[in-house]
């Protein structure tokens, strides 16, 4: 039984970093893709960050190029999302999902595990 647990969120402030982690276990982690998730109140889940198995490739949405920073620990079965320079309209619960197939997509529905997901509030 695969299991994904985020960790790492909190109440920080603007201009602030942190790094968020998601620790896999119950199946073969190295094996697949990873993505990051975040959901604010009232809006969609929407795609953060995505890596490939390997870790040689990473994907970003447009709007958190530059200050997101996805990266994985095949050894420690660990993923992980490193954001600087925080910001409010940041806050959400951020969820890590593994991938059915092999690239990066950036919807839901081409994830099958999810994390129960980690809390990140950015008060300004």
């Known amino acids: 039984q695969v299991q994904l647990v985020e960790s790492g969120g909190g109440l920080v402030q603007a201009g602030d970093s942190l790094r968020l982690s998601c620790a896999a276990s119950?199946?073969?982690?190295?094996?697949?893709?990873m993505g990051w998730f975040r959901q604010a109140p009232g809006k969609e889940r929407q795609f953060v960050a995505g890596?490939?198995?390997?870790?040689?490739?990473?994907y970003y949405a447009d709007s958190v190029k530059g200050r997101f920073t996805i990266s994985r620990d095949n050894a420690k079965n660990t993923v992980y999302l490193t954001i600087h320079s925080l910001k409010p309209e940041d806050t959400a619960i951020y969820y890590c999902?593994?991938?059915?197939?092999?690239?990066?997509?950036?919807?839901?529905?081409?994830?099958?595990?999810w994390g129960q997901g980690t809390q990140v509030t950015v008060s300004s």
């Open positions: 999902a593994r991938a059915r197939r092999i690239w990066v997509a950036g919807t839901p529905s081409e994830y099958d595990h």
């Open positions: 119950g199946g073969t982690f190295s094996r697949y893709t």
């Open positions: 890596i490939t198995w390997s870790g040689t490739s990473t």
